[in-house]
């Protein structure tokens, strides 16, 4: 699995009235082991018995009189809160500092835009009230907002065509020169201005002569901290503007340029920080040269001008205003972002700023450590640390005295913690591509997942979170509906003001108990004719072999294509492959001065030998390490899954692709892509199989990484019926070897990945061992993928390059192109003017079809029948309105 950069804001300002670590918590929504009439069904839904578990928490439910068990039963299976969706497309969230108004960044038609909206818990969704160019907003109490223009859209225009040009170039420093520039015209030519949103009104603040860098609102919203550069003298310097100012006014501070600015509650202090490279160019066009200094933590009193600096990065201040936080890295220390991407080790100082003194030292360790945060009141600090391999949860009184507490403990990284109200902590627990948030209730230990899409199979990673300072809604950015391929993320607020209503929890169960009864469904009729011959090859899969397969690939050590390991590896792939009957193709290739191969093994097809299905995945690894789950887990399973079909070829032809340096940048994949599209072959369908080998519970569960929901369904099916698999789903295939297939052939790509995803600690580490690999968990992936090709191989495969065409008479005619099957004698064709109408099916022999008028906007799918009933594992689709059609005869 290739590494991919993930935006994640932890962009929580605080919480209400705070820690003591004994006090009210949350064990009444926090479920401890199940109560004694939700045993059965509990234990259903933790062994992945999903039917049986939902039926019996419906008919609980029907009877159940105690509150309490319709609250159990809501967490147990989805969201325990009330989630309304504000946007489906939205990021970079913020909140007001009374937790009222909720704002988001969306794409607007030609520039971005911040939406702002009114946030009443318990009074229903989100009301928008603003819609404001740009993105540098900023939230103050009681309905104020402050906000830079876009500036002069022709002087921009310049420095983002040079960034443009540098980044194509790959040149760091004339991007950063382009980047420098493009800062100062946006900061030299826009303007600040104050908007109150309950009256509409909105004012201009003078700020001629200086370039806006950062501002932020005092408590009371009665002072606006701006921090500019002076354009005359070159200086950096603080201002203020009153409530009814149109001007700045000088605030006493030494000389210095500051970022982040947190204006303390009370009026007194600004905490900020000072950069270890100063962004801001010094004169039009110019760059400064970046520092070499350690980052800086600046607090400045107001009152006396008198700024104190101490080393250190991420401040965090209490919402009282008391006390400030922050950690203290080495002296000598050099950040390892993927290993350690908090530095290894350091210092959590504490700083009173109630009364005179130095900063105590509350923490030290030699162990990665970030992430503070303080309860309101100051008397405790959150932070995350990681004391073996993966980032924990911790608490730590601030008073002297106090003792650290561990919050989190599950194999997972948890992190980004804060506190949410008394004696319960909010925390991520992921990796960055499907983080999850989880309260914690610091009394009794139990947690509560916060945020779900309240299905069974499919996961809803989160990439923001941002908290209400009365802790009564949480606002998070995901991707709720499992797509990750898309651009947009949606922006949702859970209410912890109301739990979801018994209707609610019972709509949630019947749709879910339909949705699992559907894909038994999928799985008779798929799999029902062929269930003995697909069970007499799933069965053949050896643990033993799958073992003996990862034990020999871990004994070459990284299999990084710079390493040794890795042509070692290519050979003993073929050595297998060759044992088994093959005869594997070694299509070796140079990339960056480097030679190194991909295998290919072929099983022809016995009826449509031109029709073609990969299932691949990835031998190397990354350079820290063997990579037993990334990906030598994939490899082994597709070993194995190579053998057992060795002599039951399938109608169509099957290739087994074992590809060489995904983690140098899909490179094997490509490759191999590029030969196959110069060959003309007909590529139906693609498996690939990438990290199916660590399991953090007693669960044998992976997720279906996949573009096509004909093939996601089929692998459900195919682990329901021949494995012991339990499998989720997610629309996934980026900074995986899937993306070269779908880049090149589109919708056509399944696979399996790990659940969670990317959930293993030890992902791209040196401890990506042998020793770590559940291979119990990848002999029911290669049973689970073995069964699925044989479903795919047999059935015709999906339509492609449908058109549509509207008549002189105005009825619609689609038309598509004929599927390589030889059997294939007739076409199911449905379709619907909304996604709200029902289905008008009908069937032709012909590769055409003439449907009544239909609307831009309405439905047409086809599907191939066999001679034999048999029907395709896919609908052909197309939109009518949309391109291809439209134009000429179809």
Same mark, same amino acid.
């Given at each position: ?19 003591? @670590? ?178 509409? =009104? ?45 001007? @700045? ?14 204006? %303390? ?14 962004? %801001? ?296 492959? =060759? ?104 590529? %139906? ?67 399996i990945g790990s659940h969670p995803v990317l959930g293993n600690p030890h992902y791209h580490q040196a401890t990506d061992a042998l020793s770590t690999i559940n291979h119990d968990l990848v002999v029911e992936v290669a049973r689970t993928t073995a069964a699925t090709i044989m479903a795919l191989a047999r059935h015709p495969s999906r339509h492609r390059g449908l058109l549509w065409q509207r008549a002189a008479d105005g009825s619609t005619r689609v038309a598509w192109a004929l599927v390589p099957e030889r059997d294939a004698v007739r076409y199911r064709v449905r379709f619907r003017a909304t996604a709200e109408a029902p289905w008008t099916e009908e069937v032709t022999t012909a590769a055409r079809i003439d449907l009544p008028a239909l609307p831009d906007g ?33």
């Open positions: 699995m290739a590494s991919s950069a993930v935006r994640l804001s932890n962009g929580i300002l605080g919480s209400l009235a705070i820690l003591a @670590l004994a006090g009210a918590s949350l064990k009444a929504q926090l479920p401890p082991q199940p109560s004694r009439p939700l045993h059965g069904a509990y234990y259903a839904w933790s062994e992945g018995r999903y039917t049986d578990a939902l039926t019996e928490y419906l008919t609980i439910l029907e009877a159940a009189g105690d509150p309490g068990l319709v609250e159990e039963i809501a967490a147990l299976t989805g969201e325990l809160y009330e989630v309304h969706e504000v946007t489906t497309d939205g990021l970079d969230i913020g909140m007001a500092p009374d937790g009222r108004h909720l704002s988001y960044v969306v794409s607007g038609d030609s520039d971005l835009e911040t939406h702002v909206a009114r946030i009443t818990p318990g009074a229903g969704p989100p009301t928008e009230v603003a819609v404001i160019p740009g993105s540098a907003v900023v939230l103050g109490p009681g309905g104020r907002v402050a906000y830079r223009t876009l500036g002069d859209e022709a002087l921009l225009s310049g420095p983002r065509a040079a960034m443009e040009a540098a980044r194509l170039r790959q040149s760091t420093l004339e991007f950063r020169a382009a980047e420098a520039q493009l800062r100062w015209v946006e900061a030299s030519t826009a303007e600040l201005r104050m908007l109150d949103l309950a009256t509409g =009104r909105e004012r201009t603040i003078d700020t001629s002569g200086k370039l806006l860098v950062d501002w932020a609102f005092a408590e009371d919203g009665s002072l606006l901290i701006a921090a500019g550069l002076e354009e005359a003298s070159g200086s950096t310097g603080l201002f203020r503007a009153g409530p009814s100012d149109t001007g @700045l006014t000088p605030v006493p501070a030494p000389p210095g340029y500051r970022t982040d600015l947190r204006p %303390a509650p009370g009026a007194r202090y600004v905490v900020y920080t000072v950069p270890a490279t100063d962004p %801001a160019p010094s004169a039009p066009g110019s760059l400064r040269p970046e520092a070499e200094s350690v980052p800086r933590i600046g607090v400045l009193d107001l009152r006396s001008g008198e700024e104190r600096v101490y080393d250190g990065e991420s401040p965090a201040l209490s919402a009282d205003g008391s006390t400030l936080a922050w950690v203290e890295r080495p002296a000598d220390f050099v950040p390892d972002r993927m290993r350690f991407p908090h530095g290894p080790g350091g210092r959590i100082h504490v700083l009173d700023l109630t009364r005179e003194g130095p900063p105590r030292v509350l923490i030290e360790t030699d162990r990665p450590l970030g992430e503070p945060a303080l309860s309101p009141d100051g008397a405790a600090v959150t932070y995350a640390r990681m004391p073996g391999f993966d980032w924990e949860v911790f608490v730590h009184p601030t008073a002297s005295g106090g003792t650290e507490r561990r919050v989190t403990t599950e194999v997972q990284h948890d992190q980004f913690p804060v506190f949410l109200s008394r004696g319960t902590v909010l925390a991520a627990k992921g990796e960055g591509r499907h983080r999850r948030s989880y309260l914690y209730d610091l009394a009794s230990g139990k947690s509560l997942e916060l945020f779900h899409n309240n299905t069974v199979r499919t996961i809803a990673p989160e990439y923001e979170w941002a908290v209400s300072p009365t802790a009564d809604w949480v606002a998070i950015v995901a991707e709720r509906d499992g797509d990750t391929v898309s651009e947009e993320r949606g922006v949702y607020v859970v209410d912890l003001t109301r739990r979801v209503t018994r209707e609610a929890l019972t709509e949630r169960l019947r749709t879910n108990i339909e949705t699992e009864r559907s894909l038994r469904a999928v799985a008779a009729g798929t799999f029902g004719p062929i269930a003995d011959s697909v069970r007499a090859v799933t069965q053949a899969v050896s643990s033993a072999r799958v073992f003996e397969y990862a034990r020999s690939l871990h004994s070459f050590g990284s299999k990084h294509i710079t390493q040794p390991g890795n042509q070692a590896a290519g050979v003993y792939i073929a050595e297998r492959l =060759r044992e088994f009957g093959y005869e594997p193709e070694i299509q070796t290739f140079q990339a960056r001065g480097i030679q190194t191969s991909n295998v290919i093994a072929t099983l022809p097809g016995h009826t449509d030998p031109g029709v073609l299905y990969v299932i691949s995945s990835h031998y190397d690894s990354h350079q820290r390490g063997p990579g037993a789950d990334d990906n030598s887990s994939g490899t082994t399973a597709l070993l194995e899954v190579a053998r057992v079909l060795r002599d039951h070829p399938q109608r169509a032809t099957i290739q087994f692709a074992f590809f060489t340096g995904e983690e140098a940048g899909l490179l094997g994949s490509r490759h191999y892509v590029a030969e196959l599209g110069a060959s003309g072959a007909y590529l %139906a369908g693609a498996l690939n199989n990438d990290m199916v080998g660590w399991a953090n519970d007693h669960r044998l569960d992976n997720t279906i990484r996949y573009s096509n929901d004909g093939i996601r369904d089929i692998q459900h099916a195919a682990a329901m019926t021949f494995s012991k698999l339990i499998t989720y789903d997610a629309r996934y295939y980026k900074s995986t070897d899937a993306h070269a297939f779908y880049e090149a052939y589109g919708d056509i790509v399944g696979g309405a439905e047409v799918q086809v599907r191939a029948v066999s001679r034999d009933g048999v029907e395709g594992w896919d609908w052909g689709r197309i939109v009518v309105g949309e391109l291809p059609g439209g134009a000429g005869s179809p």
